[in-house]
């Protein structure tokens, strides 16, 4: 079932006055009037405190004492219609995101033109929220001289994949038939160099043999030299983990309806990318403490589309403190009942087809 916005504003309200009759209360117009007049860094903002707090309780794990970060982009299309809009939105755009997979929260996100220079492009203009205490994972999108350059003079570790195509080192390297060896890396070009004022030198790196369970033989590129505390055993599961930013991109998509915009403006559409990371990192938040205080077992998941269809109802109720902590503590029992069991090392691989685009009118409900 899809509504139009004013349904959703009437469902809106009768969610906070915790009953089944609509209200109205706003019409569509005052709502587009009030959102317009919304700073785009208020909940980009609002997420970063909830990332701190999260940071604060405990709720981000680390990974031989570093915290995880991985970086990926996905393509969206956005369901728009031709329109009068000033700065209208484009319907083809590439939303960016910087993931914590420990814990399955989003630290920031951002919307790019299709016509931008490339995923490492978006990578460079976010690593300013790292620090050197952060790993790192990529996909073999990203390996190139100049980013690895300028991940060594932040001091930023890192762990990506690597093919044969870019890298001689890398071709001889499989050839070689080792597990592990430390090879040295071309200077970056002089453009390179200017553009990204990186130091043009040649740089020292890690590479680690990996072979995953179908028999593919996969290539890990690393700055954790030290074979003691990092050993090469685990850098198979250590990039698997890379994996949750897909998982996180296709709930965003699926789940909470990021292509259905609720608006025509590339405003509105800034909006709701924010307001769904936001919402999804509050339910990472919420399925984490329910498998928690409710003891679950290691092997047994929470199902996290229903977490999406307990919260949503309760989203405006519980961010404006009515019942806020009976409400929270009935979701989370019943989260926690609606469970499957996990088993390692299932794989099920996507079936190509073409992406449609989405029709203006199929909005969430």
């Known amino acids: 079932m899809r509504m139009s916005v004013q349904a959703e504003l009437d469902v809106f309200f009768a969610h906070l006055r915790q009953q089944a009759q609509l209200v109205r209360h706003v019409s569509e117009q005052a709502f587009a009037q009030a959102r317009a007049k919304l700073s785009l860094r208020a909940l980009p903002q609002l997420n970063d405190w909830v990332i701190e707090r999260a940071e604060h309780y405990g709720f981000i794990p680390r990974w031989r004492g570093l915290r995880l970060v991985a970086a990926d982009a996905s393509t969206m299309r956005f369901g728009l219609r031709a329109s009068h809009v000033k700065r209208a939105a484009l319907a083809d755009q590439i939303a960016f995101g910087l993931f914590l997979p420990g814990a399955e929260l989003m630290l920031a996100a951002s919307l790019h033109s299709v016509h931008e220079r490339g995923e490492r492009q978006m990578l460079f203009e976010h690593l300013h929220r790292l620090s050197s205490t952060d790993l790192l994972l990529l996909d073999r999108g990203y390996p190139c001289r100049w980013l690895v350059a300028?991940?060594?003079?932040?001091?930023?570790?890192?762990?990506?994949?690597?093919?044969?195509?870019?890298?001689?080192?890398?071709?001889?390297?499989?050839?070689?038939?080792?597990?592990?060896?430390?090879?040295?890396?071309?200077?970056?070009?002089?453009?390179?160099?200017?553009?990204?004022?990186?130091?043009?030198?040649?740089?020292?790196?890690?590479?680690?043999?990996?072979?995953?369970?179908?028999?593919?033989?996969?290539?890990?590129?690393?700055?954790?030299?030290?074979?003691?505390?990092?050993?090469?055993?685990?850098?198979?599961?250590?990039?698997?983990?890379?994996?949750?930013?897909?998982?996180?991109?296709?709930?965003?998509?699926?789940?909470?309806?990021?292509?259905?915009?609720?608006?025509?403006?590339?405003?509105?559409?800034?909006?709701?990318?924010?307001?769904?990371?936001?919402?999804?990192?509050?339910?990472?938040?919420?399925?984490?403490?329910?498998?928690?205080?409710?003891?679950?077992?290691?092997?047994?998941?929470?199902?996290?589309?229903?977490?999406?269809?307990?919260?949503?109802?309760?989203?405006?109720?519980?961010?404006?403190?009515?019942?806020?902590?009976?409400?929270?503590?009935?979701?989370?029992?019943?989260?926690?009942?609606?469970?499957?069991?996990?088993?390692?090392?299932?794989?099920?691989?996507?079936?190509?087809?073409?992406?449609?685009?989405?029709?203006?009118?199929?909005?969430?409900?």
């Open 150 to 365: 300028v991940l060594n003079q932040l001091q930023l570790p890192f762990c990506m994949r690597v093919d044969s195509s870019g890298f001689a080192c890398v071709r001889k390297f499989l050839r070689s038939g080792l597990l592990e060896q430390i090879v040295t890396l071309g200077a970056p070009n002089c453009r390179d160099a200017r553009d990204y004022e990186c130091p043009r030198e040649p740089q020292t790196v890690r590479l680690v043999r990996h072979v995953a369970p179908n028999g593919n033989v996969r290539v890990l590129m690393t700055t954790l030299f030290d074979s003691v505390r990092f050993p090469a055993s685990c850098f198979g599961d250590l990039y698997h983990q890379r994996w949750r930013i897909e998982e996180a991109f296709k709930r965003l998509k699926h789940r909470l309806n990021l292509e259905h915009v609720s608006g025509l403006s590339q405003r509105a559409v800034a909006q709701d990318l924010a307001a769904r990371v936001l919402c999804d990192n509050l339910q990472a938040l919420t399925t984490l403490t329910a498998h928690t205080c409710h003891e679950l077992p290691p092997d047994r998941r929470i199902n996290r589309a229903y977490v999406h269809s307990v919260l949503k109802p309760l989203l405006p109720s519980l961010l404006l403190g009515i019942a806020a902590a009976t409400s929270l503590a009935d979701a989370m029992a019943l989260i926690a009942r609606h469970t499957f069991r996990h088993r390692p090392g299932i794989s099920k691989p996507r079936k190509p087809r073409s992406k449609p685009h989405k029709s203006m009118t199929q909005k969430p409900c």
